[in-house]
Structures are given as structure tokens and as C-alpha cells.
């Protein structure tokens, strides 16, 4: 459970929530239906008309990428697999990692590691496993495209919905009471369309943008462990380049001394 997106959107809510009240408005006022019509149903049609039903088809998905993101290796445990994989291979050469292919659940990781043990050219597992990230990457950028988008249209149906509201509320100039009422239920829609543009959508958007920067970094550092098990570098090497793709405070959970006495004598 991502405890960030949950914490946010209740204090985003609270925040509003309680400013209105503090400034004297009634929650009540927020029971709008027209507001809520114009600005969720209205930027459900922006986004219809804008992305292909095949894309959006993938929005319920991402909500929930939101609020629980893909679980994968941390960096540190990508490391020490690497270490004990470059052990395997310089002991018993790059077959003997089929036996573990088994215990590999990343689709990326096996795929990479079953291109090695086939013995496919060095350039074209590099190839491959680039272009695979690539692809990944214009996927979750076209999923965040979606969130960023939602949130330039909402605001803007805000300013439809209060105009609306106004164009209604000059109907009732002769009664000073209704007048006042209708003008305040015209910029609840502003408020619903800021407050979900801004406090929701493009902070969406955002977070799936930093989901995705992640995992590409995870799946690069896979691909520099991969490459460097196919070119036959002692687990000395590999350690030193997996340790480049974690950050200090982390290193320390990759001590050097995991790479054995003997191996790490031998490397030398």
C-alpha cells in the first residue's frame, strides 16, 4: 500500500474541508449535482475524446497502481543476485545459471538471463533489453498523459460550470435570497475542477511518472548485471557496477565482503 497517496488525499480533503468551514461555508454547499455532472462527467468526455477507448481501458489499472504499486526486487537484493550469479558462472560457466532461472520471477530479469544462457550476441541482448525498456517507459508515460491531461481539462470545465451557474442565477435577480444561493452553487463547480485538477490529476500524474522512473532504473540496473554476467566479469566487477546504481544511505546494506574471500582473491 502506497501510505503516501492515501495520506494525501485525506488531507487534501480535510484541508478544504476545514478552510470552508472556518470561512463560514457550509459543507452542504459541496452536494452539488450539477458541479459534480459538469466536472467529473465533463472530464470523462474530454478524456474520451482525446485518448482511444484501448488506452483508457487501462485508467481503473493506474488508479490502482496509485495506491499499490508493483512490488519488485529492491536494488540492494538486484545487487547481491548479480554477485552470487557472476559466482555461479565463473565457477561452473554461464550454463549453470539455468538451474536458477526457475527462481526468477521478473519477466525482464528471465528473459534477459535465458538470451544469455543461449548464447545470442552480446549486441542484441543489449539491443533487446533497451529497446524492452524503451517500450515500457512510452507505455507508462502514455498512462501519466491520461492523469496530466485530466488535470488541465478540469479546471477549466470549473470555469464552464461556474458560468453556467451565473448564467441560472441571473434568472432569479428579483429575489435577492435565491440570487445570492445560486451564485455561490456556481463556483462550486470552480472548486470541484480546481480541486480535482489540481490536488488529484497532476499530482497523479506525477506520482506515476516517479512509479515508472523507478522501475526503469531497477530494469537498467538489471541489464548492466546481465551484460556483465555475458562478458565474464568476476563478481568483484559486478559488485562495483551494481553498487553505482544504488543510492550512499543504501550501499551500506551491500557490504563487500559479500563477495567471498576466495573469489574475490581470485578476481584479483
Same mark, same amino acid.
Given at each position: 500500500?502506497?501510505?503516501? !497517496?492515501?495520506?494525501?488525499?485525506?488531507?487534501?480533503?480535510?484541508?478544504? +474541508?476545514?478552510? /470552508?468551514?472556518?470561512?463560514g461555508?457550509?459543507? +452542504?454547499?459541496?452536494?452539488?449535482?450539477?458541479?459534480m455532472?459538469?466536472?467529473?462527467?465533463g !472530464?470523462?468526455?474530454?478524456?474520451?475524446?482525446?485518448?482511444?477507448?484501448?488506452?483508457?481501458?487501462?485508467?481503473?489499472?493506474?488508479?490502482?497502481?496509485?495506491?499499490?504499486?508493483p512490488?519488485?526486487?529492491?536494488?540492494?537484493?538486484? #545487487?547481491?543476485?548479480?554477485?552470487?550469479? #557472476?559466482?555461479?558462472?565463473?565457477?561452473?560457466?554461464?550454463?549453470?545459471?539455468?538451474?536458477?532461472l526457475?527462481e526468477?520471477?521478473?519477466?525482464?530479469?528471465?528473459?534477459?538471463? #535465458?538470451?544469455v544462457?543461449?548464447?545470442?550476441?552480446?549486441?542484441?541482448?543489449?539491443?533487446v533489453?533497451?529497446? &524492452?525498456?524503451?517500450? /515500457?517507459? &512510452?507505455?507508462?508515460? #502514455?498512462?501519466?498523459?491520461?492523469? +496530466?491531461?485530466?488535470?488541465?481539462?478540469?479546471?477549466?470545465l470549473?470555469?464552464?460550470?461556474?458560468?453556467?451557474?451565473?448564467?441560472?442565477?441571473?434568472?432569479?435577480?428579483?429575489?435577492?435570497e435565491?440570487?445570492?444561493?445560486?451564485?455561490?452553487?456556481?463556483?462550486?463547480? !470552480?472548486?470541484?475542477?480546481?480541486?480535482?485538477?489540481?490536488?488529484?490529476?497532476?499530482?497523479?500524474?506525477?506520482?506515476?511518472?516517479?512509479?515508472?522512473?523507478?522501475?526503469?532504473?531497477?530494469?537498467?540496473? /538489471?541489464?548492466?548485471?546481465?551484460?556483465?554476467?555475458?562478458?565474464?566479469?568476476?563478481?568483484?566487477?559486478?559488485?562495483?557496477?551494481m553498487?553505482v546504481?544504488?543510492?550512499?544511505?543504501?550501499? &551500506?546494506?551491500?557490504k563487500?565482503?559479500?563477495?567471498?574471500a576466495?573469489?574475490a582473491? &581470485?578476481?584479483?
Amino acid at each position: 500500500m502506497e501510505k503516501s !497517496t492515501v495520506i494525501g488525499l485525506i488531507l487534501g480533503i480535510g484541508a478544504i +474541508s476545514t478552510g /470552508m468551514v472556518l470561512k463560514g461555508a457550509s459543507l +452542504s454547499a459541496l452536494l452539488n449535482p450539477a458541479a459534480m455532472l459538469i466536472i467529473f462527467a465533463g !472530464t470523462a468526455a474530454c478524456l474520451l475524446n482525446a485518448f482511444p477507448l484501448a488506452q483508457l481501458k487501462k485508467f481503473p489499472k493506474l488508479l490502482k497502481m496509485l495506491f499499490k504499486p508493483p512490488q519488485g526486487m529492491d536494488k540492494p537484493a538486484i #545487487s547481491k543476485m548479480f554477485i552470487e550469479l #557472476s559466482q555461479i558462472a565463473r565457477r561452473e560457466g554461464l550454463l549453470a545459471l539455468e538451474s536458477k532461472l526457475t527462481e526468477v520471477e521478473d519477466p525482464f530479469l528471465k528473459n534477459g538471463l #535465458s538470451m544469455v544462457i543461449d548464447g545470442m550476441d552480446p549486441d542484441l541482448v543489449a539491443d533487446v533489453l533497451a529497446l &524492452e525498456i524503451q517500450q /515500457m517507459e &512510452e507505455r507508462h508515460r #502514455s498512462g501519466a498523459l491520461i492523469f +496530466s491531461q485530466a488535470g488541465t481539462y478540469a479546471p477549466t470545465l470549473g470555469v464552464l460550470g461556474a458560468v453556467v451557474g451565473l448564467v441560472a442565477a441571473l434568472g432569479n435577480l428579483d429575489d435577492i435570497e435565491k440570487l445570492g444561493h445560486s451564485i455561490a452553487a456556481a463556483f462550486i463547480a !470552480t472548486l470541484f475542477g480546481i480541486f480535482s485538477g489540481y490536488v488529484l490529476w497532476h499530482p497523479f500524474a506525477n506520482k506515476l511518472k516517479q512509479i515508472s522512473k523507478e522501475e526503469g532504473e531497477r530494469k537498467r540496473m /538489471m541489464m548492466e548485471g546481465i551484460l556483465s554476467l555475458q562478458a565474464g566479469d568476476n563478481p568483484v566487477t559486478v559488485e562495483a557496477k551494481m553498487r553505482v546504481f544504488i543510492p550512499q544511505d543504501e550501499r &551500506e546494506k551491500v557490504k563487500p565482503n559479500e563477495v567471498s574471500a576466495d573469489v574475490a582473491q &581470485e578476481a584479483s
